[in-house]
């Protein structure tokens, strides 16, 4: 009886819902764009172009929130998710904090930068088309505070989205198990191996 190499896909997982391919894909992206948008605006001196890039960061960065709503909504209607590669437990485990922790910064980082805007007396539009409530009052003090905790979230959302795609890139090239492939869209996964 041959065992499997550790180069073969010994444990053929299922693909993910198209659904939460498709969110997961596009919530990337729009973090890619919120990160770029801001990262532009810093080298910018213009006023009204400084202005208009961050209103974007903002109503993307809402929009990142209402994706990750809908992210488990999918997740939660296709429950349980079957697992995509054998896994220890406590691979198990990290993958599911892990998980957990980018859907709660998902969420939460827009509201910091909500309830930043609004300390700082500046209103938040969701692509102009409507105007959101302040979440808390104007405070200078509440706004630097709101500041560091924005800035802090976002690079621990990027730390956890570089090891996410880590974890996944290491499953695809050292583990040889279809943990990447289960996530990516019919035309990029390729046949079944």
């Known amino acids: 009886m041959n065992s499997p190499s550790v180069f073969s896909s010994a444990f053929p997982g299922p693909r993910r819902p198209a659904a939460l391919i498709f969110l997961h894909w ?15 605006r810093e080298g910018v001196d213009e006023k009204a172009l400084r202005t208009t890039l961050i209103n974007l960061h903002r109503s993307l960065g809402l929009c990142v929130a209402l994706l990750a709503l809908a992210r488990l909504a999918v997740r939660l209607a296709r429950r349980p998710l079957p697992p995509t590669a054998a896994a220890s437990p406590l691979e198990h485990f990290v993958a599911m904090a892990v998980h957990l922790a980018l859907y709660v910064l ?88």
Do not use: C
């Open 106 to 193: 998902m969420f939460a980082l827009p509201l910091i930068g909500w309830a930043l805007s609004s300390a700082n007396g500046k209103p938040v539009s969701f692509f102009g088309l409507v105007t959101l409530p302040p979440l808390v009052e104007q405070d200078e003090d509440l706004g630097d505070a709101f500041a560091e905790y924005h800035e802090g979230a976002a690079w621990l959302l990027l730390g956890l989205v570089g090891a996410h795609a880590a974890a996944a890139l290491a499953h695809h090239f050292i583990k040889r198990d279809d943990v990447l492939r289960a996530m990516l869209p019919a035309w990029l996964a390729g046949p079944r191996r």
């Open 26 to 40: 596009l919530t990337l992206l729009l973090i890619a764009a919120v990160v770029g948008l801001v990262l532009v």
